[in-house]
């Protein structure tokens, strides 16, 4: 089990995945390939971090990362 503290931080680093592809998402369409590249690692990201089972009956909410793994597959 994850310590508080540990899971603070986790989410955090993940809502900065979530901001840095819904930026992508807000900016002129298309995307050049390092642009789709960078939103392709933080969706993997997202991707890892939601599935790890150490979220069960805690207060994070997983619907912005859900949210933007849906997003940023859309960009890439």
């Known amino acids: 089990m994850q310590e508080p ?3 603070a931080r986790i989410y955090s680093a993940a809502m900065d995945s979530v901001n840095l ?6 900016k002129p369409q298309p995307l050049d390939e390092d642009d789709k590249a960078t939103v392709k690692r933080n969706v993997d990201h997202l991707e890892i971090i939601v599935a790890k089972p150490y979220w069960a ?6 619907t912005p990362l859900n949210d933007a793994i849906v997003t940023g597959k859309q960009i890439i």
């Open 5 to 7: 503290e540990d899971l």
């Open 21 to 26: 592809i819904n930026d992508y998402a807000a």
């Open 57 to 62: 009956g805690t207060e994070y909410d997983m």
